[in-house]
């Protein structure tokens, strides 16, 4: 049977198995979906790799997701029980990321594929992040809104349908994930910063004012570099003074000022949107203070809030599999031997 065929023939279906296959920034990631179970969920990291750097190296991870690809996706398969003569189909992150690691996913799924004879299945990062929350929270289903906030991207998407995703707001400059990794570079916490800035925010408080010339923001656009700037501007005048950062203070007072207007326009697409049910995604999903502001925002506007655990917060292939099976249930983003890596793909 040809694969357009054996594609047509997942439609409807609940128990498609689906490899998901993520390499589009520093962690290669395999994951096995079936029956609405993730069956495995395989991250090799390169943290330690890129942390002399003090951030990513795209074409070292490139090289390392070439080198560690193939393992990750057998192990995959292995933990899975399975073969990959059990899949039904296949799915890749084809974008937005690193081009030269996108690049490695791609080529490396559409190798299998073909190998294989089977479907392989196209799948937006952004999306992706979204659909992690399925995995736990077996309630959910469309309308609902979304807030992705990450490395790469600060996006609030009103999610329609199972397929249907449209964007209502963004970042216009820096992504949230980004600032958080810069402050943390500035204040000599290692990579990935935002982590440790979670961490250490904890233990000070929010006394220091980055925001005081905030502008009244138009709604859906957030603005990061600002801030970042604003910290910047902190921390060398302390330096110049000879004084001790507090640390503790900047973490915590920077996550506050980079997490109110987060929440505040997200709370504000609801109100637009009319939306019951909000998920937050994507790595900063995983802050602990993003989280209870969320959680809190919810209740106070009446709204139910939905988030994934932290490890399918972060990149993985378990949300590219979930993603991909939305795909063949309805029927939509089959891609041909001819997918490429899009490095600026939008929602
Ligand atoms: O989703 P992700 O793994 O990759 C992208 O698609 O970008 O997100 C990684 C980002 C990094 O900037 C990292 O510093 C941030 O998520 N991050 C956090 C936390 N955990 C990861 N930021 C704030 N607090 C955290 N606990
Ligand atoms: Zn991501």
Redesign the pocket.
């Known amino acids: 049977m040809d694969v357009r065929k054996k594609f047509e023939a997942l439609a409807g279906k609940e128990d498609t198995v689906v490899l998901g296959i993520e390499s ?2 520093d ?1 290669t990631a395999a994951a096995v979906y079936a029956g609405g179970r993730i069956l495995s969920n395989v991250i090799s990291s390169q943290i330690e790799i890129h942390r002399r750097f003090g951030g990513v190296v795209p074409e070292i991870a490139s090289r390392n997701h070439t080198l560690a690809l193939p393992a990750v996706a057998d192990e995959a398969l292995k933990e899975a029980g399975m073969s990959l003569k059990d899949v039904d189909a296949i799915g890749v992150t084809y974008g937005a ?1 690193l081009i030269g690691a996108l690049l490695v996913g791609v080529s490396s799924a559409k190798a299998l594929a073909y190998a294989a004879n089977k479907p392989l299945i196209k799948v937006n ?1 952004i999306e992706a ?1 979204i659909c992690a929350n399925y995995i736990e929270h077996k309630e959910l289903s469309p309308p609902f809104l979304a807030l992705v906030a ?4 600060t996006s609030i998407v009103e999610v329609e349908g199972y397929n249907r995703y449209k964007l209502v707001g963004s970042t216009t400059d820096d ?4 600032a ?2 810069k402050v ?1 570079r500035l204040i000599g916490l290692g990579y ?4 440790n ?2 961490r250490l925010a904890r233990l000070g408080s929010p006394v220091i004012d980055f925001c005081k010339k905030k502008k009244p923001h138009e709604f859906g656009k957030l603005s990061y570099s600002g801030l970042k700037t604003a910290v910047v501007n902190y921390v060398h005048n302390a330096r110049q003074k000879g004084e001790t950062l507090p640390i503790e203070d900047i973490c915590a007072s920077f996550t506050a000022a980079a997490i109110e207007p987060l929440v505040d326009t997200v709370v504000e697409a609801a109100r637009r949107s009319g939306a019951k049910t909000v998920v937050i995604a ?3 999903a ?3 203070a ?1 989280r209870e502001e969320m959680r809190k925002a919810g209740e106070k506007n009446g709204f139910k809030v939905l988030m994934p655990s ?1 490890v399918y ?3 993985n292939a378990a949300m590219v599999a979930v993603r991909a099976f939305f795909s063949a249930r309805e029927g939509v983003n089959l891609a041909g031997l001819d997918l490429g890596p899009e490095s600026n793909l939008r929602i």
Do not use: K, R
């Not at 990450?150 to 991207?153: D, I, Y």
């Not at 992504?175 to 980004?178: D, L, P, Q, S, V």
């Not at 990935?192 to 982590?195: L, S």
């Open positions: 589009s920034c962690e990321g990062h992040h990450s490395g790469g991207h992504a949230i994930g980004e958080f990794d943390a990935p910063g935002g982590p800035v979670d994507g790595g900063v995983s802050n602990s993003l932290p917060c972060t990149d």
